[in-house]
């Protein structure tokens, strides 16, 4: 996606070096444009209650920038307000053409250290950003979701400027684009910098499991017969296939030697190159999902292996651990939209069900049914949740009414 200039405020810097405030500065239209009151609840489809997520594809196609533009109308409106944070304001937001620039300026600010500079780091960000349409989806799905579930988040602009849940989060995505393109060793010292700064530990890697070892096995016997029904003669389709092998084989080096470590998922298309023979196109799909809200952030830990899916809402202290030495997919895996309250932690391999609530301080050591409510530790089924999805409502606060209503069903499903 590209960025579009805004020339308008080209001059912005001039004017506060100057001393003089905006009012002295602009005409009667556009002081009354600063001061009206801008409609932030238009700006971009809300997915909160049970409403539909945003299509962002479109707006990622339609050349115009919603959030974008949302963020810059803020700044523009803080700067008034708040003149001593207008070099701040310029520096972070106004002097950028694109929402995924700034964010590169603020991450490598505050990730910056004596030894890995910012304007190293925002060359690296930006580098990744700029050409992933994933993470372009991702960090607008994500600031929506501040802004939805958070009510201490006001505005999309103090999400990107001040939230070290949304920087934590957006910074994991950035380690782990390194980590599939084998440069393993910046997505770690990336994700030590991540903790050290946010107190957030999140690993940025892969893992691939036997059972894409096998899917890779059942590609290579499909593409020889895709090759070989395409070929004028059995030598020419047996030349394919072992053009294919080759490909396959160096691609699955890759991903076993440099890529391992984390939970991957492998999609893949067959497609026609220019000489006519069929290639594999492998996707790694990120360990985390979109529309995430890592609320506060601080002492969440997320493992080697584990899976968040989309729309997931984690409070501080959230861990998603393993159970000791236990190696390979040994992390916890958790649907879309479930809710994990503050201090919950999930230890093993095990499946927290689509829309579930976990309420605050629980343990839990086995699969949570979708749809379902557990607390305790160890944690244990209290009841079923039939309204909203409940990280969409973000209603953590089990009445003395629900527990009636739920001990009818569920009368030996309380933690003991």
Not at 392 to 415: C, I, Q
Request: aromatic residues 8%; glycine residues 8%; contains cysteine.
């Amino acid at each position: 996606m590209g960025c579009v200039s805004d020339k308008r405020w080209e001059s912005f810097p001039d004017m506060f070096s100057a001393g003089l405030s905006l009012k002295e500065t602009q005409d009667e239209e556009k002081e009354a444009k600063f001061n009206a009151k801008f409609p932030f609840e238009k700006v971009f489809p809300v997915y909160a209650m049970s409403l539909s997520k945003p299509d962002t594809d479109s707006i990622l196609n339609s050349g115009r920038d919603p959030i974008w533009e949302a963020v810059r109308e803020e700044a523009k409106l803080e700067a008034e307000k708040e003149p001593i944070l207008s070099s701040f304001l310029y520096a972070s937001i106004l002097a950028h053409d694109c929402l995924e620039q700034a964010l590169a300026f603020v991450l490598a600010n505050r990730l910056q250290n004596p030894t890995l500079l910012a304007t190293q780091l925002m060359d690296i960000f930006s580098n990744v950003m700029m050409h992933d349409r994933d993470i372009q989806r991702s960090i607008r799905l994500d600031v929506q979701a501040f802004i939805d579930r958070d009510p201490a988040c006001l505005s999309y602009s103090s999400a990107l400027l001040y939230l070290k849940g949304y920087h934590s989060l957006q910074s994991y995505r950035v380690a782990h684009a390194l980590w599939k393109q084998g440069r393993n060793v910046l997505a770690l010292a990336l994700q030590s910098r991540i903790s050290e700064v946010f107190g957030v530990d999140i690993h940025p890697g892969l893992f691939v499991s036997y059972f894409n070892l096998t899917m890779f096995l059942m590609l290579l016997v499909i593409k020889f017969h895709a090759s070989y029904m395409t070929s004028s003669s059995y030598k020419k389709g047996k030349r394919a296939m072992c053009f294919c092998c080759m490909k396959q084989l160096i691609i699955s080096i890759f991903l076993f030697d440099g890529l391992h470590g984390d939970f991957l998922l492998i999609q893949f298309s067959l497609c026609e190159d220019n000489k006519g023979l069929l290639m594999t196109q492998f996707n790694a799909a990120a360990k985390i999902g979109d529309g995430i809200l890592l609320d506060h952030g601080t002492g969440v830990v997320i493992g080697e292996t584990a899976v968040v899916g989309n729309r997931v809402s984690l409070m501080h202290g959230v861990t998603l651990g393993g159970t000791g030495k236990e190696t390979g997919d040994r992390h916890p895996k958790v649907g879309d939209l479930a809710l994990l309250g503050a201090c919950v932690t999930v230890l093993g391999n095990i499946k927290i069900g689509e829309g579930a609530m976990i309420a605050a301080g629980s343990l839990v050591l086995k699969h949570v049914p979708p749809h379902s409510m557990v607390a305790g530790t160890p944690a244990q089924v209290i009841g079923s949740i039939d309204e909203q999805d409940p990280s969409l409502t973000m209603n953590h606060d089990a009445t003395k009414e629900f527990f009636k209503h739920v001990a009818v069903s569920f009368r030996d499903g309380r933690s003991k």
